[in-house]
């Protein structure tokens, strides 16, 4: 079992920036991949950055050059600095943790509402 916990969540201005974090209750070294979704009203949720085994990263094509992943292993915490914001970036951002022992298995953050707005 795998307990997330956001924060960072709140209201910018175009072209601001936040940086979101989502700890864990376990040593991220057991985790395959942790990463962050974000779901706009009426919408799909949608894959935005992801830190998998070997540090392999993986932006989706509309945040990359803005968004940057990183981790802290020692506080079992991942983060998303969101440069540049756009309205269109606006949405709950929602952290993922994924195990694939025993089987794969993914964990959900309560999710962290993300507005942009002038």
């Known amino acids: 079992q795998v307990q997330l916990v956001e924060s960072g969540g709140g209201l910018v201005q175009p072209g601001g920036s936040l940086r979101l974090s989502c700890t864990a209750s376990?040593?991220?070294?057991?985790?395959?991949?942790m990463g962050w979704y974000r779901q706009a009203p009426g919408k799909q949720r949608e894959l935005v950055a992801v830190m998998s085994s070997g540090d392999r990263l993986n932006y989706a094509d509309s945040v990359k050059g803005r968004f940057t992943i990183s981790r802290d292993n020692a506080k079992n915490t991942v983060y998303l600095q969101m440069n540049s914001l756009k309205p269109e970036d606006t949405a709950v951002y929602y952290c993922?943790?994924?195990?694939?022992?025993?089987?794969?298995?993914?964990?959900w953050g309560q999710g962290t509402q993300v507005t942009v707005s002038s």
């Open positions: 376990r040593s991220i070294f057991t985790i395959y991949a």
């Open positions: 993922n943790a994924a195990v694939v022992s025993p089987t794969r298995r993914d964990y």
